[in-house]
T-cell receptor
Framework: GQQLNQSPQSMFIQEGEDVSMNCTSS?????WLWYKQDPGEGPVLLIA?????ELTSNGRLTAQFGITRKDSFLNISASIPSDVGIYFC????????????FGTGTRLQVTL | DAGITQSPRYKITETGRQVTLMCHQT?????MFWYRQDLGHGLRLIYY???????DKGEVPDGYVVSRSKTENFPLTLESATRSQTSVYFC?????????????????FGEGSWLTVV
């Protein structure tokens, strides 16, 4: 099946720092999605991207749909303790959620 | 606003036993999914269902059975549990949009079921 490589796998940062993570694929997607998963919970959608080159923000979060359609980036500015969690990228082909492929996740830990 | 609920939340079972994980959603969403989450693999699709009595295999279906006799319920059964099935299982649901597409940006996940097979 398709593989989504997400990096870094984990990161420790200090409160107030900016965070960057990315996701690369061996094939193209029509939609890129970024989810956050808090401990003991299911993933929750943060940002959805629908067009190559698209740059979308949600508060302190900004995500971009790569021009090649094979990658996506998520940036978090001025991190705060509640940003702790696992961030997943997901690529979707066509309009069916059964074709949603998830990345392996980036675990973010924020120190005061 | 109950949303999507899974039970049990935590389960320990022995190798060879049958285990059923329940999933219930109150939105009447047409599509439902079962994923498993393992370290280093992210979320992988086990089975999905487009409507009552319609199910299809996902990426990792072996060793699992599903049924969908009612729209709101989508149980996942491990017929003979193995240690490799120790995982966190997530149920999810999504409605079909006006274009009759099922978009990942409207998928809702349950809180997860932690299963340990010893």
């Amino acid at each position: 099946g398709q593989q989504l490589n997400q990096s870094p796998q984990s990161m420790f940062i200090q409160e107030g720092e900016d965070v960057s993570m990315n996701c690369t694929s061996s094939s193209i997607f029509n939609t890129w999605l970024w989810y956050k998963q808090d401990p003991g919970e299911g993933p929750v959608l943060l940002i959805a991207l629908y067009k190559a080159g698209e740059l979308t923000s949600n508060g302190r979060l900004t995500a971009q749909f790569g021009i090649t359609r094979k990658d996506s980036f998520l940036n978090i500015s001025a991190s705060i303790p509640s940003d702790v969690g696992i961030y997943f990228c997901a690529g979707q082909l066509g309009g069916t959620a059964s074709k949603l492929t998830f990345g392996t996740g980036t675990r973010l830990q924020v120190t005061l | 606003d109950a949303g999507i609920t899974q039970s049990p939340r935590y389960k320990i079972t022995e190798t060879g036993r049958q285990v059923t994980l329940m999933c219930h959603q109150t939105w009447s969403h047409s599509y439902m999914f079962w994923y498993r989450q393992d370290l280093g693999h992210g979320l992988r699709l086990i089975y999905y269902s487009a409507a009552a009595d319609i199910t299809d295999k996902g990426e990792v279906p072996d060793g699992y059975v599903v049924s969908r006799s009612k729209t709101e319920n989508f149980p996942l059964t491990l017929e003979s549990a193995t240690r490799s099935q120790t995982s966190v299982y997530f149920c999810a649901s999504v409605a079909m949009d006006r274009d009759r597409k099922v978009r990942g940006n409207t998928i809702y996940f349950g809180e997860g079921s932690w299963l340990t097979v010893v």
